[in-house]
C-alpha cells in the first residue's frame, strides 16, 4: 500500500453570500495515495472546485480536517500554510493563472522565489529542466500573449511541477482548451503520473476522465460515487488516432 | 529574499508596466516640480527685497513730521510743527551717535539738457546723504558742505535720468535746466535698481539741499530728516538721542506727545517683507495645488490598475508568497517609483530656475528644506497609493485574490 497523501475528515465549506449561507461542500471524506491519478466529475455547481481550493490550501475549510502529507493543515497558521502551498501543492488553474508580461520561464520562476528553504540553488537551471519536462524550452523567453492556450497550460504545468510538490491539483486544466490540445495535457500528466507524481485534477468530460485512474463523483456537495478504472485508457494512443483521423478527414 | 533580488524584482515590474509606471512618476515630477519652482520664486523675490532693504544704507534711520500712534497709524501728519533746516543744524551739533545726517527737500518737475527733457524728482540734500544712503558715484564728484552754504546750483545725476537726457556724451560738466534754472552736472550716481516699494533709485537727481529750497520748492520746510546711526548696534541708542534732540528743537513740553516719528530700516523692511511673503504664500498655494492635484493622479492610477495588480497578489500568494514577501514587493516598487520621480522632479525643477535666472530679470532661489518637503509629500503620495491597495489585497485568501473583480 502506498503512503496516504490526502485525507479529510468532515470537510465543509459553506460561503456566505450577505444574509444567505451556501453550503458548497458536505462532510468530505477522502483519502489519495501516492502516485494515484484522481479524475473528479460531477456536474457543475456540485462544488469540485470549492473542494480542489481547500486541497490547494487556497481556501479555509468551514468545518472538519484536512491532512495533508501528514500534517493537519486546519491547526496552521496563515504563513505556515503559505509554506505548504510553496513546498507541497503545485495547483493548475482552468485559466492558467499566469503573470502577464512576464517571460515563461520568469513564471515558472516565481515559486522557487517565495522558497525559503533555498533547497534549490539555482533557479534558473531548475526552471528550464521543469520546462524540459513540458516540452516548451524553445518557448522559455516568450510571454503568455505570445503563447497558445495548450503552451499556456504547460508553462502552468512547469510551474506547478518546480518545487517538486507532494501533489499537483488541476482544476478543469483542459476547459479552455482544444480537443486535441487537451489530449495533449492529459498526455503529459500521464507521463508525470507514470514518473510516480500524485495527481488530482477536475473534468468535466467522462472521456478525459477514464485518462485517470481513479474516478471521484460530486453531487450538491457530496461525493456519491468513488471508483477505480480497471484499464485506463492511454493518451499517447489516442492522440495518435486522432490525429490520424484527421489526417483522413483532410483527404 | 534578499534586499538586492526584491530590488530587481521590483524594477524589473516597474518597467514591465511602463506607461502606468510613467503616469504615476509623471504626477510626482510634476508635484514636486511645481512646488519647488513656485517657492523658489516666491523665495526669490523675497530675497531680493531683502538685498533692496540692506542697500537703503545700513544705518539709516528717517526721521518725518506727524505723530504716529502706538497702533501704527499715523495721525495729523504735517498738520503742525513741519521740519526745517534749524532741526538738522540742531541734531549736527548736538547728536553724539550719528555719522551723518541730511535733509530731504523733495521737488519734481521738467530737467531740460542734453538731447531733449525729462520729468524726474529732484532731493535736495547734503553732503551726508551718500554715505547715508550707502550710495556711489558712477563718476565725477558730489557736492560739498560749501556749495550748500553757497547755494551752488549744481547737480547729481542718477543712471537713469543719464540715459534720457545723455544717452551718447558724457553729461559731466554739462548744464540741465531744472524747472529753467540752469544747473551744472558735477556726478552721475552709480546705477541701484528699484526701492524695496517699487520706485526707481535710478530715475532721480540729487542738489544741495538750500539750493533746491531757495530755488526750486520754494520755502523753508523739508520733508524727512535722514541719519545714520555711528554703527547698528547703537541703531536704538542714536534714535533715542534724535528723539530728545528733537523734542527740544520743537520746545515739546513734558507729556505732551511727539510730533514728528523716527523710523529705522526694520520698520520698512517690514513692509516690504509682507509684501513679497503675500507673494510667497499666493505661489505656494498655487504649488500645493498642483501638488494635489499630481497625488490625485496617481491615486486614480494606482486605483485603476488594482483589478490587474489583485490577481497578480493572488497568483503570487497561490504559489506560496507570505502576505510579507507582497508587502515588500509593492512597497519597494512604490518607493523606487516615487523616489526616482520625486529625483526627476527636483532636477527638473532645478533646470527651470536655472532658466529663470539667466533668462528673465525674476530671481529664483531653491531652499533646500522646500524640496525635502515636496521630495517627502510626493513620495508620501506614491507609496500610500501603491502600498495601501497592495495591503489590502495581501490579506485576502489566494482564491479570493485570484477572483476579485
Ligand atoms: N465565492 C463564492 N461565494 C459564494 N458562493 C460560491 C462561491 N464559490 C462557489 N460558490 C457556490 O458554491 C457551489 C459550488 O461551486 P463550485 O465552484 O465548487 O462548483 P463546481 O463544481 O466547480 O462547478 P463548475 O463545474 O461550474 O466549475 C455553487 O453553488 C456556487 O454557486
Ligand atoms: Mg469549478
Not at chain 1, 533547497?119 to 529542466?129: C, L, M, P, Q
Not at chain 1, 504547460?154 to 501533489?167: C, G
Not at chain 2, 537703503?56 to 526721521?63: A, D, K, P, T
Request: with cysteine.
Amino acid at each position: 500500500m502506498n503512503k496516504e497523501i490526502i485525507r479529510t475528515v468532515e470537510l465543509s465549506k459553506i460561503y456566505k453570500v450577505g444574509e444567505i449561507e451556501v453550503p458548497a461542500l458536505k462532510s468530505v471524506n477522502l483519502t489519495i495515495n501516492e502516485s494515484e491519478f484522481v479524475a473528479i466529475m460531477g456536474a457543475s455547481g456540485s462544488g469540485k472546485s470549492t473542494l480542489m481550493n481547500l486541497l490547494g490550501c487556497l481556501d479555509e475549510p468551514t468545518d472538519g480536517e484536512y491532512f495533508l502529507d501528514g500534517v493537519n493543515t486546519s491547526k496552521l497558521i496563515k504563513n505556515e500554510y503559505a509554506s505548504i502551498r510553496n513546498q507541497k501543492i503545485g495547483f493548475v488553474f482552468q485559466g492558467f493563472n499566469l503573470l502577464s508580461r512576464t517571460t515563461a520561464l520568469e513564471n515558472v520562476e516565481l515559486p522557487l522565489m517565495y522558497d525559503r528553504s533555498e533547497r534549490i540553488k539555482d533557479h534558473h537551471k531548475r526552471a528550464i529542466e521543469a520546462l524540459e519536462r513540458v516540452g516548451l524550452t524553445d518557448r522559455m523567453h516568450h510571454i503568455p500573449s505570445q503563447l497558445s492556450g495548450g503552451q499556456q497550460q504547460r508553462v502552468a504545468i512547469a510551474r506547478a511541477l518546480v518545487n517538486n510538490p507532494s501533489i499537483i491539483l488541476a482544476d478543469e486544466p483542459t476547459g479552455n482548451l482544444d480537443s486535441v490540445t487537451s489530449v495533449e495535457v492529459f498526455c503529459l500528466f500521464q507521463q508525470l503520473n507514470a514518473e510516480g507524481i500524485t495527481i488530482v485534477m477536475v473534468t468535466h468530460e467522462r472521456d478525459f476522465a477514464m485518462f485517470a485512474k481513479r474516478i471521484i463523483e460530486m453531487r450538491d456537495g457530496k461525493k456519491v460515487k468513488d471508483m477505480m478504472i480497471k484499464e485506463s485508457m492511454n493518451a499517447q494512443h489516442e492522440l495518435e488516432r486522432i490525429l490520424n483521423e484527421s489526417i483522413v478527414y483532410e483527404d | 529574499m534578499k534586499a538586492r533580488v526584491i530590488l530587481k524584482a521590483a524594477i524589473k515590474s516597474i518597467l514591465k508596466s511602463r506607461m502606468r509606471s510613467l503616469l504615476t512618476a509623471l504626477g510626482i515630477i510634476i508635484g514636486v516640480a511645481a512646488v519647488v519652482v513656485m517657492v523658489a520664486i516666491g523665495d526669490g523675490a523675497q530675497l531680493t527685497v531683502e538685498e533692496q532693504i540692506a542697500s537703503l544704507g545700513s544705518n539709516l534711520i528717517i526721521i518725518t513730521p506727524g505723530t504716529s500712534s502706538t497702533g501704527g497709524v499715523r495721525g495729523g501728519m504735517g498738520t503742525f510743527n513741519r521740519f526745517t533746516l534749524d532741526d538738522v543744524e540742531k541734531i549736527k551739533n548736538e547728536a553724539t551717535l550719528i555719522k551723518g545726517v541730511s535733509p530731504l527737500v523733495r521737488s519734481g518737475g521738467q530737467i531740460i539738457g542734453g538731447t531733449g527733457n525729462w520729468f524726474t524728482q529732484i532731493q535736495g540734500v547734503s553732503e551726508d546723504y551718500l554715505e547715508i544712503r550707502s550710495w556711489g558715484l558712477q563718476s565725477g564728484e558730489f557736492f560739498t558742505e560749501r556749495d550748500i552754504t553757497a547755494k551752488a546750483k549744481v547737480c547729481v545725476l542718477g543712471s537713469e535720468v543719464v540715459e534720457n537726457l545723455f544717452p551718447d556724451e558724457d553729461p559731466i560738466g554739462q548744464q540741465v535746466r531744472i524747472r529753467n534754472v540752469p544747473f551744472k552736472v558735477i556726478g552721475v550716481l552709480k546705477s541701484k535698481g528699484q526701492t524695496a516699494v517699487g520706485e526707481s533709485n535710478d530715475d532721480i537727481i540729487l542738489a544741495p539741499s538750500k539750493t533746491v529750497l531757495d530755488r526750486l520748492s520754494g520755502g523753508r520746510f523739508i520733508s524727512s530728516i535722514q541719519v545714520s546711526a555711528a554703527s547698528s548696534d547703537k541703531n536704538s541708542a542714536a534714535q533715542a538721542e534724535l528723539k530728545s534732540i528733537m523734542r527740544e528743537s520743537h520746545r515739546l513740553e513734558e507729556g505732551e506727545d511727539d510730533d514728528f516719528t523716527i523710523k529705522d530700516q526694520s520698520d520698512i523692511a517690514e513692509a516690504a517683507t509682507e509684501t513679497s511673503r503675500v507673494l510667497t504664500y499666493l505661489l505656494a498655494s498655487v504649488a500645493g495645488v498642483s501638488l494635489i492635484v499630481g497625488g490625485i493622479g496617481i491615486m486614480n492610477i494606482m486605483l485603476v490598475s488594482v483589478t490587474e495588480r489583485t490577481r497578480e497578489i493572488g497568483i503570487r500568494l497561490s504559489v506560496g508568497a507570505r502576505a510579507s514577501d507582497i508587502l515588500v514587493q509593492f512597497l519597494t516598487e512604490a518607493v523606487v517609483l516615487s523616489l526616482s520621480g520625486g529625483i526627476i522632479g527636483v532636477l527638473f525643477s532645478i533646470l527651470v530656475t536655472y532658466l529663470i535666472n539667466n533668462y528673465t530679470d525674476q530671481v529664483a532661489y531653491i531652499k533646500p528644506q522646500i524640496v525635502a518637503i515636496a521630495f517627502i509629500f510626493a513620495g508620501a503620495i506614491g507609496i500610500f497609493f501603491g502600498f495601501y491597495p497592495a495591503k489590502k489585497a495581501a490579506a485576502l485568501n489566494p482564491i479570493d485574490a485570484l477572483r476579485y473583480e
